[in-house]
């Protein structure tokens, strides 16, 4: 059993770098030996995979509207009951002092503790909004629909995100500028990055 505060590597440095070095030294021999035919191999699997065509569904506006009105007394009702219960926990049963007994954070305790008060008070806040929410739903629908129509507003996350996963290449391209200049770096790199393992290793067996 190790002592308490030992090290213990799990797997040595060396074994975990080995396929990275390895892949770095096959990366250096390509690029400064046959860098042709590494360009065309890197032509053949680079692809580009938009994410706003496959995210385009989630970005739609869904109405639920009619259904909510549909059944507007049972859902107002359920508002009313869970911001009540949550109101009356929040209010009669929340013991700031001890959740910060329990928690024993290595925080300062007035710090946590006015963090948790502060997520109380914003809890308190959101359960009367949807206790109010609540209310309107179930007993003043036309004055809700007026407040939602003011409030309501569409926003397109697809518009405001245009250009965000569109391809940037200038690192390909110095690299098939320069293929031997880049070998070189990954060589290097990759020499780095075995040396720290060895030293890892050597110091912690």
């Not at 024993?104 to 007035?110: E, G, M, N, S």
Request: include cysteine; glycine fraction near 6%; hydrophobic fraction near 55%.
């Amino acid at each position: 059993m190790p002592l308490q505060g030992q090290y213990v590597p799990l797997v040595s440095q060396p074994q975990c770098n080995g396929f990275d070095r390895a892949l770095a030294y096959l990366c250096h021999n390509i690029l400064c030996v046959a860098s042709a035919k590494t360009f065309r191999l890197f032509g053949v699997m680079n692809r580009y995979v938009s994410t706003r065509h496959g995210l385009k569904p989630l970005a739609m506006p869904h109405d639920i509207g009619q259904s909510v009105r549909k059944h507007r007394r049972p859902i107002g009702a359920l508002f009313i009951l869970g911001a009540a219960y949550s109101l009356y926990s929040l209010l009669a049963w929340f013991d700031n002092s001890a959740i910060v007994s329990v928690l024993d954070l290595r925080y300062p305790r007035l710090f946590v503790a006015w963090v948790l008060e502060s997520a109380r008070w914003s809890l308190i806040l959101f359960n009367v909004f949807a206790l109010v929410i609540g209310v309107m739903l179930g007993l003043f629908p036309h004055a809700l629909g007026r407040l939602e129509a003011q409030a309501n507003r569409w926003v397109s996350v697809r518009k405001l995100t245009i250009g965000v996963d569109t391809m940037h290449l200038t690192l390909d391209k110095l690299v098939e500028a320069f293929p031997r200049t880049a070998g070189w770096i990954i060589l290097v790199a990759a020499l780095y990055v075995a040396a720290n393992a060895a030293i890892l290793w050597l110091r912690f067996p």
